[in-house]
């Protein structure tokens, strides 16, 4: 049935599928099937300027171009597009110490050949410095690595 659908709407068939995708980018944003619905658009508009004569551009060869021009859409856009990372917060989601850069606060334990332990929160974690630091010295995160704070005087 839903080959039928296509194959009756003709060359519409690929505005529908191009629709298709670019709501589905609304829904779940990620400039991912933008790209691929841009490319059903061209498809679908390539196809319908030669409407009258389609023996040239068959399905099969609609199918290919799509899938090129998917590829080449998605590359083009990830170099234009580049991905920030750094400042979005839903890229700390598995970084739960990264919630934790730029906090004040001051050792629990002394830091001694570059290991010490803070309290923030409800929790002591472990720290890691260059310098060694008696205990009660105020110190602010500045990141982390391998699961410990890193540390410096504030």
Partial sequence: MVMQTLTDLGPWSWFLVGL???IGEVALPGVFLIWFGLSAL???TLTLVSFTDVAW???????????????????VGR??????NENDDASKI???????????TSLVEPV???NGRVKLGDTTWRV???TDLPAGTRVRVIGNQNGALVVERA
Avoid: M
């Fill in 112 to 114: 001694e050949n570059g």
């Fill in 79 to 84: 170099r234009l597009f580049p991905a920030d």
């Fill in 20 to 22: 298709v995708l670019l």
């Fill in 57 to 75: 551009w068959p399905w099969q060869a609609q199918i290919v171009a799509f899938g090129v021009l998917s590829l080449v859409l998605a590359l």
């Fill in 42 to 44: 061209v498809i679908g």
């Fill in 128 to 130: 890691l410095s260059e």
């Fill in 94 to 104: 598995n970084d739960p110490l990264g919630r934790y850069a730029g906090s004040e």
